[in-house]
């Protein structure tokens, strides 16, 4: 796929992936808010600018893999699967309806693109390190991209994984850390800290770099330093910010398991709107600037 | 039964005299995975730290970039099992099944069974017969455990062959697989010749009176069984039911149809195993009195093989008893 290296447009990318969220949540009635928002932007990196991929040939063996371990922030990456042409946008709002291909946790069975089934935290590590050593093994270059929650770092098959890349010096396993610091029953620092992060991977033998999640520079950086990174396993950790671009979601753990209702959908794509008209330093292409009563709801 | 023998290529002396050689079924698993290391390149082998006792030392040492050790840690084991399915390859994720599938079940259903990926989950050290070492490490439960999940294939073979054939037969079945096996030498009652196919029983003796379904090496006992009962004019055919799922259906009900009556034997717990499957099955579509010999809802203790086969009730004597119980109602 053709990168995109202008990142005023990959925000605006990251902003209409944000709107579909949105949009396909409030038609869900159901699903997660918080992480898939706060990821937008990295999504929209690795999609448009750092992946080998092809969204026509979606079994293409020359792809980059991409293991999405926190399954429950699907509606980002399928928001940007559809975006970036693996399927229709108007699919996303079948979103966890019945017989609908975009499950509420995805099923790579159901949809051609996902590489993995997820959901129960904890597994993706372990399955991006099967395939990296089997890359590895018949000698090709691809990378595995594995996204992770820091929630699933309760989890002790991520740090059976962790001890795994290292030991067989998986350098061209990537792990992008969606540091969120919010999990279901609240902050992670309460609700079992994972503090000192960085130095723990680093005691692990892992290569870290942080970076600062919804900041479009700082993320092409550091996934086009990842495309070329070597030897030990590489771990990103992004700092992001939970319900990025809606106001009353940012940094609300409450706003991690639950879906906007109509109103409070419609309230996000006027904040969304209004991102966007900063962005294009014009009013929204698509509501023709109604910030106050935006109906992109309906007519999306 | 000669004939039987002849016909099914069995072990020639399996009906004359029952001291037969035995040679622990898990040797039958590695010797299984030496065969397919020279014919398979794709074929890959995880270990999690029983590298000797699960018999995958030689692979390990003849094919060292195939063999991936992954240290105490079966949740690992599953889901890196899965990636490299991911990638074509044919995983067998090794460990005792008490741990794998004990530990792991989550990470097979999600990752390996809904994912539907080519990955085949090994249980050695299954059953009582595990002997001295206790409960914690003589599974009980597995069969049940993988019988319940969608897309998984459950192998339980009866004898070293069976189970060097069964790896073959795992490796060339593409899909998620289970097979368990255990520790002890048990007896060869098939040979290189016998054949086997997944999901088709074996009749191992003819007979009228009662059906005696066995899987695993207690098929020898109810060989034995059926020979004890001979001498009180029952006639009693014996069906080695490897594969548990899919079951044999049709050979289970033509055996129904034929004997009125059922005996399972396994060593295993009684719910949701081998019984489980044939009750449930008969149950529907022709229900006639059943008997499940296996470990009812009970864990086991320390002692010798042959104490805890004798105790748990699954010698041919205590196996000969239930039959006579049942046909006898």
């Known amino acids: 796929m053709k990168k995109i290296t202008n990142i005023t447009q990959l925000e605006l990318i990251a902003n209409n992936i944000r709107r579909d969220i949105i949009t396909s949540l409030v038609c869900a009635g159901s699903g997660h808010s918080g992480g898939p928002l706060g990821m937008a932007d990295i999504f929209t990196a690795l999609y448009f600018n750092v992946l080998t991929h092809n969204p026509q040939k979606p079994k293409w063996e020359g792809r980059d893999r ?24 108007a699919e996303l709002k079948t979103l966890r309806k019945l017989g609908s291909r975009l499950q509420g946790h995805p099923h790579r069975e159901a949809l051609p693109g996902l590489e993995t089934t997820s959901g129960p935290l904890g597994s993706g ?14 000698g090709q270059a691809n990378k595995v991209f594995c996204l992770m929650s820091d929630g699933e770092h309760n989890e002790g098959n991520t740090w059976e994984a962790v001890l795994f890349a290292a030991k067989y010096k998986l350098g061209n396993v990537v792990a992008v850390l969606d540091r969120n610091y919010i999990q279901i029953d609240g902050r992670t620092e309460d609700i079992m800290p994972l ?14 770099v942080t970076i600062k999640g919804n900041d479009m520079r700082e993320v092409l950086r550091a996934l086009n330093g990842a495309k070329k990174h070597t030897g030990k396993p590489l771990m990103i950790i992004a700092h992001t910010i939970p319900g990025r671009g809606v106001s009353f979601m940012e940094n609300d753990y409450t706003w991690h398991g639950k879906p906007p209702t109509k109103e409070q959908g419609e309230i996000a794509l006027a904040e969304l709107c209004k991102i966007e008209s900063k962005l294009q330093g014009k009013r929204c292409l698509l509501c023709r600037s109604i910030h106050e009563k935006c109906v992109c709801v309906e007519s999306r | ?11 020639k002396a399996l009906y004359l005299d029952f001291s037969l050689e035995k040679v622990p079924t898990r040797n039958g698993y590695g010797d299984g995975l030496l065969d397919l290391g020279k014919k398979n390149k794709e074929v890959m082998v995880l270990c999690a730290d029983l590298t000797e006792s699960t018999r995958v030392e030689k692979f390990a040492q003849m094919y060292p970039k195939r063999f991936v050790e992954i240290g105490v840690a079966e949740q690992n084991l599953v889901t890196v099992a899965s990636g490299l399915a991911a990638m074509g390859k044919i995983p067998f994720a090794s460990s005792y099944a008490c741990f794998c599938p004990g530990r792991c079940w989550e990470q097979i259903r999600t990752t390996i069974c809904y994912n539907n990926v080519n990955v085949k989950i090994i249980g050695a050290h299954a059953g009582i017969s595990v002997g001295p070492d ?3 490490h003589q599974m009980l439960e597995d069969i049940a455990l993988m019988r319940a999940l969608p897309n998984m294939m459950v192998i339980v073979p009866c004898d070293y062959w069976q189970t060097r054939k069964a790896t073959m037969a795992l490796a060339a079945y593409k899909g998620p697989g289970y097979m368990r096996f255990a520790r002890e030498k048990t007896p060869q009652m098939t040979t290189v010749k016998t ?6 029983a074996q009749l191992l003796k003819e007979g009228v009176d009662v059906c005696i379904i066995g899987a695993g090496p207690v098929v020898f006992e109810c060989l034995k069984a059926a020979q004890l009962l001979e001498e009180k004019n029952i006639n009693a055919m014996v069906i080695n039911c490897h594969t548990i799922k899919p079951l044999d259906e049709k050979m289970i009900l033509n055996a129904a149809r034929k004997c009125k009556r059922v005996v399972t034997v396994e060593e295993a717990q009684i719910a949701g195993g081998l019984g489980g499957a044939v009750a449930e099955f008969l149950s529907e579509v022709y229900p006639v009195p059943i008997k499940r010999v296996g470990v009812r809802d009970h864990y086991g203790e320390s002692g010798s093989p042959e104490e805890l086969l004798e105790k748990f009730g699954f010698s041919a004597k205590h196996i000969t008893q239930e039959v006579l119980q049942l046909v006898r109602r």
């Open chain 1, 66 to 89: 991409l293991v999405l371990s926190n399954g429950h922030i699907c509606p980002v990456l399928y928001a940007t699967m559809a975006q970036a042409g693996y399927f229709s946008r």
């Open chain 2, 134 to 136: 206790g409960a914690t």
């Open chain 2, 1 to 11: 039964m000669t004939e039987l023998s002849k016909l099914k290529k069995l072990n």
């Open chain 2, 195 to 200: 054949h086997f196919e997944i999901g088709k």
């Open chain 1, 125 to 138: 590590l372990s399955q991006a390190c099967g395939m990296a050593y089997a890359l590895k093994m018949d």
């Open chain 1, 195 to 208: 503090e000192p992060l960085a130095a723990k991977y680093r005691a692990f033998n892992w290569d870290v």
